[in-house]
Structure formats: C-alpha cells, structure tokens
C-alpha cells in the first residue's frame, strides 16, 4: 500500500454500526461524546493552576518559567482554532475529533513523564494541538447529528459539561499533587482521552461519505485556500448521515466561506503579537531574561499588532474580520468577553498561592478554589431560573459584571483563609455565570447569521486570550509586591475591570 493510499485509508471516516445508526435517540450518544472533550479542555483549563508550586519546587523553577505550563497550552489554542476549523472541512470533523483526542492523550503521556520544564511546556504546547482539533469540532458535531428541536438542550448538556471538567479540576489537582504527584495531573487525562477515542469511533456520525479528494485537498493546503477559485460560486454537496441525506429535521453544518486565500499572515501577526505581550508580563514577573527584554517585547508586541489591524483590513478572509469586528455590539462584546475570562482565571491561578502561603493545605485549597468555577457552572446552566423572566441579557450581564466585581473585592479585603473567601468566590463565580453566557449570547445576535462561525471563531479567541491574561497577570502582582500585597492589588484591579464590564455592556440590534 503506497503512502497516498494509506493516507486516503486513514483519513476515511467510518459509519456508525447499523444499530446505533438506526436507532432513533442516537444522536444523544453523539451528544455525550462530545461532553468527553468538552469535559477534558476545561478540566485541563482548571487543573493545571494547582501544579504550579509543584512545579516550581520539583523544577526548581520561578513562577514566571512555571506559568508558561499553561500558557504555552493557551497560545497554541489560539493560533490553531482557525486553521484547524479550515481542515476539519477539508478533511472531515470526526477525522479531526478523533485525532484531537489522540493527541492529547499521547502529549498528556508525554508531559506527565517529562524531565525537566522545558519539555514539560513542549508536550503542553503539543496537547494544545489535540484540544484545537477538538474544540474546533466540538459544535459543529453536534449540530451535525441533532434535531433542530434538541439543539438548545443539546448545547446545553455541552455547556454543562464544561462546567463540570472547570469545576473538578481545582479539587481534583489539590488531591493528586498533595496524594500522589504533581505527574498524575497529566497522566489522568490519558484514559478519558482512549476513552473519547472509542466511543468517537463508533457514537460520531460521519461527516465526509469518503477520502477528502486528494489532488484538491493538497492544491488548497499548498495554496491557502479554503474555497473556489475568486468570483466562483461555493458548492457543497448535500449534508449526509451514513444512510444519505440528513433526516429532516436535523440541522445542516454550517457553509464554509467560499473564495480567497487563508488568512496565514494574520495568524503569525496574532501569535506574534499576543506571544511578545505575554513574554514581556513573564519577563516583568521574573523569568530570567535581560533587564532591557521586556521594553522590547512590550515594542514588538505593539509593531505586530499595528501590523495586524493592516493585514486584516486588506485580507480577502481575515481571520479577526474588521467588517464584523465594527458592528455595533460586536467590538464591545469581545472585550467583555475577554475581561470575563480574566476574571475568571486570575483568582484560579491566585488563589492557590494566597491559600497555601497562610498554611492551608493543597488538597483543601484546591477544595476551596472549587467554588469559583462550581458556582460559575451553576450560574451558567440553570442561574437563570432564580432571576426575573423579564430580564434581558443586558441586564444579566450587568448583574453578574456587579455580582463578580463584589465578590473580588469581598476576597481583596477580607483575611485570607479558607472560610473567609468562600462567600466571595461563591458570588464572583455566580455572577460570571450569568455574564459571560448572556455577553455571548448578544455578541452572536449582533453578527449576521452567514458569518456565526468567524463571530464565533473570535469570541474562541476573546476567551482564551482573557485566560491567558488571568493567567500572566497574578504571577506579575506577586513578583513586583510580595502574595498577600500583589494579590490584594490583583483582586482590587480586578474588581474595578468588572466595573468597566459593565459600562461595555449595551443592547444590540438582532444582525
């Protein structure tokens, strides 16, 4: 067998057994397997803060060479989102789900073995591969296979999952750093990962009927282009289960955009940029490079930027689309976005350090820290359900932008222990539940519908760069002023940007 061959053989998606496929609540089985990878991004989100003084000690390694563990994870993320979304149309979504979850486990295996920090944050950087692979696949697969009648339940069983893996993965890594080793915060991941792989391949409705044409295939990777040629009219043959058509009722992929050429200049300026910033906090936070390093960067980060806003206006598929980026509500709502997601992983990643620097153990802190993403899941699911029904999602988000602001700054002035920051992480965490899903929810509003996947390709990016701020941002407070003054300072800061959250927010016309 040639190697075109192989990979054609590979790359083929196989049906469903005829009496899954058959049966009429399949599409809920598929539901369920996309909860494994929707479950196993947030839990890697969540867990790893809890790692980190391990590391440190294990590594003998600063706090500012220690949180490129995540941050390396959430700059990968935000690179691939986009390209990866481009293939999996090119290739097959369940190709690329699949291999996601391959992935991950092997860079999991991987980074729970590695010898020293450097390799450590490479398998990271390689995990960031697989979780890319996943959650560019992960809505598109269940709008695949759902009935129109169950998208919104379905969606929501996603999004409750999520808040489970964000929610466990504080406790869960207190216990396994404190019980077993800080390894087996990697190597858990490994059977859910062989897990997901098995019941993808036989629970996952297929989304190509057969091998991606090849020629076509490697004439677009090598050129960049993910459509016809310009002025050409897309064509996209008729959405298939494994028996033919999609059974009425059941909701159609969505189109890929048609004409011009990947945006990969804008890519490399966005990884640019978004690297040289948070190399410059790390390097103001301590990481051992020369005194004049985080000057430059901080230059560097400004020039690609600047850069970046120029590529996107001229490019015929820009990966930030200014077009949309410009409608009213749209520009605000990323920014909330972002700033919900810093709120959310600061204390996450601050919290720990504050807990265990006034002698609380790691497993209890981890315990306590639970209640900041618990509560959030809560909010997200059913919050809802205790707030007028007559509030629109202005006024939840502006509720939760206050309810999170109260809570950062209860945890900013009261005594650090485990009991005194219970009631603030409870309230910051309920209160970013009600913000964040309603902000996403008029983001969306305000794009027009052929343009929901790039509108939501950038609220993917919104997310993970406010994670990768909450993430750089506590380690800079307590370099410059000590944990208990720079966390103080942190959580003061961090109070003041949920204020400013909540003067973003403002109604939108539906696109």
Not at 91 to 97: A, D, E, L, N, V
Not at 254 to 264: E, I, M
Not at 359 to 385: E, K, N, S, W, Y
Not at 400 to 429: D, E, Q, R
Request: hydrophobic share 55%; aromatic share 6%.
């Amino acid at each position: 067998m040639n190697a075109t061959a192989l990979a054609a053989r590979l790359l083929t998606e196989r049906p469903r057994p005829r009496g899954i496929a058959g049966w009429r609540h399949a599409h809920w089985l598929a539901v369920g397997t996309v909860c494994l990878g929707a479950f196993l991004g947030q839990l890697t989100a969540s867990v790893t803060a809890l790692v980190f003084p391990a590391l440190g000690r294990h590594f003998d390694a600063g706090f500012a060479a220690v949180e490129w563990v995540a941050l390396a994870y959430l700059l990968v993320l935000v690179a691939l989102l986009a390209p990866v979304g481009w293939l999996s149309d090119l290739i097959g979504r369940k190709t690329m789900y699949l291999g996601g979850f391959a992935v991950f486990a092997l860079a999991s295996l991987g980074a729970g073995c590695a010898g020293s920090l450097g390799v450590l944050v490479a398998c990271r950087a390689v995990q960031a591969v697989g979780g890319a692979m996943m959650q560019a696949n992960s809505v598109a697969l269940v709008a695949r296979g759902v009935p129109e009648h169950a998208m919104r339940r379905a969606l929501g069983i996603q999004a409750a999952a999520q808040g489970l893996g964000l929610a466990l993965g504080p406790s869960l890594g207190g216990l396994l750093v404190e019980h077993a080793s800080w390894r087996w915060v990697f190597w858990i991941n490994v059977p859910i990962g062989v897990l997901g792989i098995l019941a993808g391949w036989f629970l996952l409705p297929r989304t190509r009927t057969g091998p991606p044409p090849a020629a076509s295939t490697g004439q677009q990777l090598a050129a960049g282009t993910g459509g016809p040629p310009a002025g050409a009219t897309a064509r996209l043959p008729a959405p298939r289960t494994e028996d033919g058509p999609l059974a009425p009722g059941v909701a159609s992929p969505p189109a890929t955009a048609s004409g011009g050429r990947f945006d990969l200049a804008g890519l490399l300026l966005l990884t640019g940029s978004t690297t040289a910033l948070l190399l410059a906090l790390s390097t103001a936070s301590g990481l051992p490079l020369p005194g004049w390093a985080a000057a430059a960067l901080l230059l560097a980060a400004a020039v690609l930027a600047l850069a970046l806003v120029r590529q996107e206006r001229r490019a015929a598929r820009p990966i930030l689309a200014p077009g949309l980026v410009n409608t009213p509500g749209v520009r605000s709502g990323l920014v909330v976005s972002l700033i919900g997601y810093l709120l959310l992983f600061c204390p996450l990643v601050l919290g720990p350090v504050l807990l265990t620097g006034v002698g609380v153990p790691v497993a209890r802190a981890g315990l306590v820290i639970t209640l900041l993403p618990a509560a959030f899941a809560l909010a997200a699911t059913v919050g809802g359900a205790l707030l007028p029904r007559g509030w629109s999602d202005v006024a939840r988000c502006r509720a939760g932008a206050v309810l999170a602001g109260a809570g950062l700054l209860l945890f900013a002035l009261l005594p650090v222990s485990g009991a005194a920051v219970a009631v603030p992480l409870l309230l910051a965490g309920y209160g970013l539940g009600l913000l964040l899903p309603a902000n996403n929810a008029l983001v969306m509003r305000a794009i027009p519908a052929q343009c929901s996947a790039v509108g939501g390709g950038m609220v993917n990016m919104a997310r993970s760069l406010g994670t990768a701020l909450g993430t750089a941002l506590p380690v800079l407070g307590v370099h410059l002023a000590g944990p208990a003054a720079g966390g103080r300072t942190v959580l003061l800061a961090l109070a003041a940007v949920a204020v400013a959250a909540v003067a973003l927010t403002r109604p939108v016309r539906q696109a």
